[in-house]
């Protein structure tokens, strides 16, 4: 890899340890589940970890970010707030208190002369975009999506998938003892796998009584089921929706970061695993065996450098991956996408170029990828796209609508009609406006702040 200098950075990270929860086999819906103090501490861990690497002026990646405190225009964080409950939210948070700690130095000087710290010795509240799957499908693009469940039944009905099961019928008949009635089926092996992980963190009864092996025979099975479900031959392939779903913050972000005229130095996404196998594939990083094809582990971090090169004219991204714990520090791997004559690191305009066409840009363009027609608004953005005074404009629209804005889009336009409708009444002396008189306070209506939207902090 050419010598160059760090521009910025798109990190994107698992989240922590969490309590056990289940998903479904093929929709991959989830149960709630809440993170763990160890999971907490994880993140807290990885985010102080980055800050060293990226945020010390001492440090050779070091780009430029302000160290003492907070830059809103320098950072943005996103999170996922589907599936999983708050885990990747708290996971968020806690990596943020890493990678932003508190400092006497966020501070106020009052006009009587006195000064004010932040809370907690000077806490930093960064703020956080939550992601909510029913709004925007970046960040769990995965679910409700009705080709991809298609595909994962097909998957599971293949001659592939009925070998691996005839192959490992031994392992997985002498599991029923230790899955507290779970079914025991290869359908269903990463709510096996994830159960039997749960318990020999959290349980020590259970661990003890695990046989030797037997976790890590699990998770190979459930390294080669996730990553079969959430991966593409293709590109583009519906596989890989996890990924395409969220590659337009991602290809937002480089783009910003390379330009001049714009402040931003980082962007961190906190997701669950599914987009990271999806990115595996894609980036071709999983090539040659540089990474296996398998589950990263808590607090799993992968690091989109953008950097100048040397050895080119345009910047270059370049791919650092974590795996949680087991590794000490960022380690590169070299990207092989398509076109690629040699591995390695990627010129800004390449990535771009091979990502963008396969990227999934708005609500409408993942509804009609997933064949939803209902659920996040599907069927609002359907209507509009078929009707022929909204095709147009929703075709060229490319940002996402939820069905929340869809409601007050419908709202707007039902009142605007009302107000016409009023004003010719008027016009032909049907209807008459007057003063109303003043009532006293206890005859005023109650106010609300209705349609007003406050950012999440961490």
């Known amino acids: 890899m050419s010598s160059s200098n760090l521009l910025g950075v798109v990190l994107i990270a698992r989240h922590g340890d969490r309590q056990g929860f289940y998903q479904d086999p093929e929709a991959y819906t989830a149960s709630a589940t809440s993170i763990t103090p160890l999971g907490e501490v994880q993140e807290n861990q990885l985010g102080a970890y980055v800050r060293s690497v990226y945020l010390n002026e001492t440090s050779p990646s070091y780009f430029g970010m302000n160290t003492t405190l907070f830059n809103q225009a320098q950072f943005w964080a996103r999170a996922d707030a589907g599936g999983e409950g708050g885990v990747i939210f708290d996971s968020s948070i806690a990596l943020l208190q890493g990678l932003f700690p508190p400092t006497t130095a966020n501070s106020i000087l009052l006009a009587n002369g006195s000064t004010v710290t932040s809370p907690f010795q000077g806490y930093q509240y960064i703020p956080i975009e939550s992601v909510e799957p029913n709004e925007d499908v970046s960040l769990e693009g995965f679910t409700s999506c009705n080709t991809l ?34 079914a025991v089926t290869l359908d269903n092996m990463w709510n096996i796998y994830d159960y039997m992980n749960v318990q020999s963190i959290h349980n020590a009864t259970f661990a003890n009584r695990l046989p030797t092996g037997y976790l890590a025979k699990a998770r190979d099975l459930a390294n080669w089921h996730e990553y079969n479900v959430f991966t593409d031959p293709a590109l583009g392939g519906i596989g890989n929706i996890a990924g395409t779903a969220m590659l337009p913050s991602i290809l937002t972000a480089m783009q910003r970061i390379v330009n001049a005229s714009d402040p931003l130095k ?7 695993y599914k987009p990271l196998l999806s990115l595996f594939n894609m980036t071709g990083v999983v090539a040659d065996d540089q990474l296996p094809p ?61 990502m963008e066409p396969v990227a999934v840009n708005t609500t409408l363009q993942w509804c009609n990828v997933c064949a939803q027609t209902s659920a996040r608004g599907c069927a609002a953005l359907l209507g509009a ?5 909204s ?16 409601g007050f889009l419908g709202a707007g336009l039902t009142f605007a009609v009302y107000s016409m409708l009023l004003g010719v009444l008027a016009l032909m002396g049907l209807l008459a406006f007057g003063r109303r008189k003043h009532h006293s306070g206890s005859e005023r209506g109650l106010n609300s702040e209705n349609n007003s939207i406050s950012r999440v902090k961490a």
Do not use: C, W
């Open 149 to 182: 469940t298609t595909r994962t039944t097909a998957f599971y009905n293949s001659t592939a998938f009925k070998e691996k099961a005839q192959e490992n019928a031994d392992f997985l008949n002498s599991l029923p003892p230790f899955l507290d009635g779970r």
């Open 266 to 272: 980082m962007h961190y996404s906190a997701i669950s």
């Open 294 to 354: 398998a589950l990263v582990n808590y607090a799993a971090a992968v690091a989109l450098e953008i950097r100048s090169s040397s050895d080119s004219s345009e910047p270059v991204v370049r791919f650092q991956f974590k795996n949680g714990t087991d590794d000490a520090a960022f380690k590169p791997y070299e990207m092989q996408l398509p076109g690629m004559s040699t591995p390695g690191d990627v010129p800004l305009s390449t990535f771009l170029s091979v």
């Open 385 to 389: 796209a078929n009707s022929s005074t």
């Open 391 to 406: 095709t147009a404009a929703v075709a060229t629209h490319h940002d996402r609508i939820s069905p929340v804005g869809a």
